[in-house]
């Protein structure tokens, strides 16, 4: 990496940091892209040679978090591992990467479920990045018996989805605390999974 693209690097970062920190703290309306220049200690033109808008910080954030979260499951995954140990460190490592500033995993995870039309190519996109994770470690699981070979990867990956959704909003609500979490997605992830496993033709 050239001096200038690490300089460039940095800002993003600084730009994403001072974000973070001051949506958590007085919101997302009451943060102007001048305060984020001034906090990431550079000039306001540089915030918008990145991010045209706050939504773009969003944005940038999501894609931040998933390439993180990308790192971590190559550097932690075991390709031999169960489905539900795979999934539970797949929506784990989110979870703790997304929940770190409550604030701003509330605008990620809205971004996320809800983009405005203007931003769904891009949400999809980012989808397409999210599948590309998830179908080949489904797939292995359909070679290894794990899981039926006529259900859609689309359609088994909506299945996790939509019950990490659900622990997100549970957390968010306060109906279960952080130490809840894992046990209470584990749980979920098991009886979808038997739901998903092949039938037992001897029976």
Not at 23 to 43: D, L
Not at 61 to 79: A, G, N, P, T
Not at 111 to 133: A, G, L, N, R
């Amino acid at each position: 990496m050239s001096v200038r693209e690490a300089k460039k690097k940095k800002n993003k970062q600084a730009i994403l940091d001072a974000a973070i920190s001051l949506f958590s703290a007085n919101g997302y309306e009451n943060t102007s892209i001048e305060h984020i220049a001034k906090i990431a200690g550079v000039g306001k033109g540089t915030v918008y040679s990145y991010f045209q808008t706050k939504k773009d910080i969003i944005k940038g954030f999501c894609e931040y978090e998933l390439e993180k979260i990308h790192l971590e499951l190559v550097k932690r995954s075991d390709q031999d591992a169960s489905i539900l140990e795979q999934m539970l460190t797949i929506y784990m490592t989110e979870f703790h990467h997304v929940t770190q500033n409550r604030e701003f995993g509330r605008l990620y995870m809205r971004e996320s479920v809800f983009p405005c039309d203007s931003d769904v190519q891009s949400s999809q996109e980012t989808d397409d990045k999210y599948f590309q994770i998830l179908f080949p470690i489904l797939q292995k699981g359909q070679e290894r018996g794990e899981l039926r070979k006529d259900i859609e990867l689309l359609h088994m990956t909506a299945h996790f989805y939509s019950l990490y959704i659900l622990i997100m909003s549970a957390w968010y609500t306060g109906r279960i605390s952080t130490e809840e979490v894992e046990p209470a997605m584990e749980l979920l992830f098991r009886q979808v999974l038997e739901g998903l496993q092949p039938k037992n033709e001897t029976h």
